[in-house]
């Protein structure tokens, strides 16, 4: 069996585990940044009174997946 | 030819604001209630001339008739995954701590971080559902009827055909829960080969062929224009 050195386990563990938690979260936000193009289109095939509102929810959505990204980058 | 349903009189301030329907729009009406709502009831699934609602297209002398979404209970089976997903970390993440399943060397902004991006991603899901929802919809005009489709974020359909066009209209309600809640698919098949729209899982889908029916004749009444 090798010989695992104290620590370096958890360590190699914590990073591989931020970096996959970082990806996905990227991943996200990419998709939070399509989100908010296609709400866009959508709120212009079909005006209604709602529709600002719900464009206003997807930069909502797109600003939670950055804050997100960035608290996992900065603070795990 | 006598009109088969006659809207109830609406209150002149509710409609001060709104553009009158043109003459072949005002001879079609449903029996149920017509822009019963101010807002156009923003959740609706079934408007008779709704105000405040426009698409993309629409031109200056045509009036939306009716506008069409599919049944809120074709919604359920994603509320009742989002109820889940919001409801599993409350139970999963004491758990996870009582038994210490985690080991000892996690650091403490490890759950937070799932907790945020679980969230994120339920909010992802139950938004994304919501709008495919929304904004999938089945248009009646005076002049036409459109079938706008989303089928998922990036892949939208839209299909339009004028009334003239139209060759036969039919409506399919199978299953106890469609019967229940009145609700099924509505099919316009027009003149060219091959080409049919179909409303999905739309509510009160025998009115809907009533109305797009009475638009045909009011149509063939004119000569055909």
Known sequence: ?????????????????????????????????????????MTEVIEARISPVIFLVSIVHLIASGAVFLGTLLFF | MPDIFVSPPTPAAAVSDTKKPSAAASSVSTSLPIGHHPFGHMFGTFHSMPRGLRFESQQEDETIILFLRQHWITNLPW????????????????????????????????????????????????????????????????????????????????????????????????????????????????AATATEFHFLAVPHPVEVVKVINQLMENVEDRGGV
């Open chain 2, 79 to 190: 509320i009742l995954a989002s109820i889940l997903l919001v409801i599993v970390p409350t139970f999963l993440f004491p758990l996870l701590t009582t038994f210490q399943i985690l080991p000892d060397w996690t650091p403490s902004g490890f759950i937070t971080v799932i907790v945020f991006g679980w969230y994120l991603a339920s909010f992802s899901y139950i938004f994304v559902n919501f709008i495919l929802w929304y904004f999938t919809v089945g248009i009646v005009t005076n002049e036409r009827v459109i079938d706008i489709e989303f089928v998922n974020i990036l892949n939208k359909k839209t299909s339009e055909t004028r009334i003239t066009k139209i060759e036969d209209v039919t409506e399919r309600t199978a299953g106890f829960i469609r019967g229940v809640f009145d609700y099924g698919d509505v099919y316009v098949q027009t």
């Open chain 1, 1 to 41: 069996m090798p010989t695992v050195i104290p620590g370096s386990f958890e360590q190699t563990l914590l990073g591989l585990t931020k970096g996959a938690l970082l990806l996905l979260f990227f991943l996200h936000l990419l998709f939070s940044i399509i989100l908010v193009r296609q709400t866009k289109t």
